[in-house]
């Protein structure tokens, strides 16, 4: 059996027929027997997708042949196409459902007026050079920080993508403002957003991770300053990058060490659950009692 692979990337780039893209691009990943998600809008691209690393090597290939893709950074990962149900491809009004469609303004090279893109060693350096006075600001929704995240990271109070405009603009983050801040979340994409966010809203010094918390923890592990599991939006649920990597999740229930989310047993409900092993084997502790969307968007970066 061929190797299988699942592809994380995003791209940025004016695209004057969503529809086409999406009709291209349906009958593209259809026709290498890929599955995943690919969301498309007037601001470019985004998708994740598994299947036969052949396959996925032509589609990238293919992918990176229409102009504003060209520079597309896709991020390999393991897993396999059996982690996503199906291929489905849309349209929607943005990439990521920060609340702002007529707010974010791209151009060929990206993101208009966004953070300052860091390699993973240069932000070590940055770091390095800069010590505490450098804060981490987790980009992603609060559920996934709780069994990853960067070390002494700053992480919003927020459920979804959609309310990170209304945090930042409460003040509670005002005095950060001349701080060095690097935002990161899972592929870079929500961090493309976030990081304009800021950057309108006064942050003076705002960076964001090029590839996100992948790129830096498949160069780095959990021995620098990444620490614990990647939450991710497919039937891997977590990923690890190294032998050792800490579990930094509690139990629900029993506030017991674990990583491991389950969706809500209430039918109606997207929610999702963090139990240890022991737990989980008692359905009734399935029922959640918070609001943590699995499906707070179809974001996959």
Same mark, same amino acid.
């Given at each position: 059996?061929e190797?299988?692979k699942?592809?994380?990337?995003?791209?940025? @780039?004016?695209l004057?027929? =969503?529809?086409?893209?999406?009709?291209?691009?349906? *009958?593209?990943?259809e026709e290498?027997n $890929?599955k995943?998600?690919?969301l498309?809008?007037e601001?470019?691209?985004n998708?994740?997708l598994?299947?036969?690393?052949?396959?996925?090597k032509?589609?990238?290939?293919?992918?990176k042949?229409?102009?504003g893709?060209?520079r597309?950074? +896709?991020?390999?990962?393991?897993?396999?196409?059996?982690? +996503?149900?199906r291929?489905?491809? *849309?349209?929607? =009004?943005?990439?990521?459902?920060?609340?702002l469609p007529?707010?974010?303004?791209? !151009?060929?090279?990206?993101?208009v !007026?966004?953070?300052?893109?860091?390699?993973p060693?240069?932000v070590?350096?940055?770091?390095?050079? /800069?010590?505490?006075?450098?804060?981490?600001?987790?980009?992603?929704?609060?559920?996934?920080?709780?069994?990853?995240?960067?070390?002494?990271?700053?992480?919003p109070d927020?459920?979804?993508?959609?309310?990170?405009?209304?945090?930042?603009q409460?003040?509670? %983050?005002?005095?950060?403002?001349?701080? =060095?801040i690097?935002? %990161?979340?899972?592929?870079g994409?929500?961090?493309e957003?976030?990081?304009?966010?800021?950057?309108? /809203?006064g +942050?003076?010094?705002?960076?964001?991770?090029?590839g996100?918390?992948v790129?830096y923890?498949?160069?780095?592990?959990?021995?620098?300053?990444?620490?614990?599991s990647? %939450?991710?939006f497919?039937?891997?649920?977590?990923?690890d990058?190294?032998d050792?990597?800490?579990?930094?999740?509690?139990c629900?229930?029993c506030?017991? @060490?674990t990583k491991?989310f389950?969706?809500c047993?209430?039918i109606? &409900?997207h929610s999702?659950? $963090?139990? &240890?092993d022991?737990? @989980?084997?008692?359905?009734?502790?399935k029922?959640?009692?918070h609001e943590?969307?699995?499906r707070?968007?179809?974001?996959?970066?």
């Amino acid at each position: 059996m061929e190797l299988q692979k699942v592809i994380l990337y995003y791209g940025f @780039a004016p695209l004057p027929d =969503p529809e086409a893209i999406r009709l291209w691009q349906h *009958k593209l990943a259809e026709e290498l027997n $890929l599955k995943g998600r690919i969301l498309i809008s007037e601001h470019g691209i985004n998708g994740t997708l598994g299947g036969n690393m052949s396959d996925l090597k032509k589609y990238v290939s293919a992918t990176k042949k229409y102009p504003g893709f060209k520079r597309i950074d +896709f991020k390999w990962s393991e897993g396999t196409g059996a982690d +996503f149900p199906r291929l489905k491809v *849309k349209v929607k =009004p943005e990439l990521v459902d920060f609340g702002l469609p007529v707010d974010i303004k791209v !151009n060929e090279r990206g993101v208009v !007026n966004g953070g300052k893109h860091l390699k993973p060693y240069e932000v070590n350096k940055l770091v390095e050079e /800069r010590g505490d006075e450098v804060l981490f600001f987790d980009g992603r929704n609060g559920y996934e920080a709780k069994i990853g995240r960067f070390k002494n990271a700053i992480v919003p109070d927020v459920s979804h993508t959609r309310d990170f405009v209304s945090e930042i603009q409460s003040g509670k %983050y005002d005095h950060l403002k001349e701080k =060095p801040i690097v935002t %990161y979340c899972t592929g870079g994409i929500r961090c493309e957003i976030l990081s304009s966010v800021m950057v309108d /809203r006064g +942050f003076k010094e705002v960076y964001q991770i090029d590839g996100g918390i992948v790129r830096y923890a498949q160069k780095y592990g959990d021995d620098e300053l990444w620490q614990g599991s990647l %939450y991710t939006f497919d039937g891997r649920m977590t990923l690890d990058f190294s032998d050792h990597t800490p579990v930094l999740g509690e139990c629900e229930k029993c506030g017991g @060490a674990t990583k491991q989310f389950y969706n809500c047993g209430k039918i109606s &409900c997207h929610s999702l659950i $963090l139990l &240890c092993d022991e737990c @989980a084997q008692d359905s009734a502790n399935k029922a959640c009692t918070h609001e943590f969307s699995s499906r707070d968007s179809e974001m996959v970066g």
